[in-house]
């Protein structure tokens, strides 16, 4: 079962940032936190990763709460193309598994 | 590098008949996985497999799935014999070591059993 709670919906006005929040109040010390996403009918897409300290990328942050029972993905400049349910994702170290829960449906709006 | 890649990209078969699904992982990466998504049940992992050996099965669903990873390079999964209720989109994703890094998902298979 996938460990990770999201909300099912948010929307986004283009060009401000999106906030998704995610709670994981259950996670290990040694579980990483994934965030991936999925555009209408196409595979699951690799956006960030983190364990404790909070991440950037090219495509997003990611703020990891100092408990880590909670996190943040921030997309800082929205776009019509970031239409797309995201995923938040725990994985346990050392194995392969990624389970992914029903994820937050994010819209993008003009 | 093409990335994880699929075939067929859909398929439409009969109920009864054989399905068998391809993937072709990412040169390199060690780790191969199955998922079939529906509305009602999301993304499912059926199986993986880590230097061409099944590691998890858990997720298949029952003795009519099957999956094989002969080579570094390739995988099946194989559906006998098929039902309605498998029609899916099914994703093959590879990735390359334990903890730090992520998936890539291929462009699925879109199953339809009638």
């Known amino acids: 079962d996938a460990k990770t709670t999201q909300p099912t919906s948010m929307d986004c006005a283009e060009g401000r940032a999106a906030n998704l929040p995610c709670n994981h109040s259950t996670i290990s010390g040694n579980e990483y936190v994934y965030w991936y996403r999925q555009i209408h009918s196409q595979g699951p897409q690799y956006i960030i990763h983190g364990l404790k300290n909070n991440e950037t990328n090219e495509m997003a942050s990611l703020i990891i709460t100092e408990d880590r029972k909670s996190s943040t993905l921030i997309l800082p400049h929205a776009t019509l193309r970031d239409t797309a349910v995201y995923y938040c994702?725990?994985?346990?170290?050392?194995?392969?598994?990624?389970?992914f829960g029903t994820g937050t449906r994010l819209q993008v709006f003009p | 590098d093409a990335g994880v890649i699929q075939s067929p990209r859909h398929e439409v078969t009969e109920m009864g008949q054989e399905v068998t699904l391809r993937c072709k992982p990412i040169s390199g990466h060690n780790s191969l996985f199955w998922y079939r998504q529906t509305m009602m049940r999301g993304l499912e992992l059926l199986i993986y497999f880590n230097n061409n050996v099944p590691i998890d099965d858990s997720g298949m669903p029952e003795d009519r799935f099957s999956a094989k990873m002969p080579n570094a390079s390739f995988s099946t999964l194989k559906i006998q014999p098929s039902e309605p209720r498998d029609s899916a989109v099914y994703f093959c994703?590879?990735?390359?070591?334990?903890?730090?890094?992520?998936?890539?998902f291929g462009s699925g298979t879109r199953l339809t059993v009638v």
């Open positions: 994703a590879s990735s390359s070591g334990t903890g730090a890094y992520g998936y890539t």
């Open positions: 994702i725990v994985r346990v170290h050392f194995t392969d598994k990624l389970i």
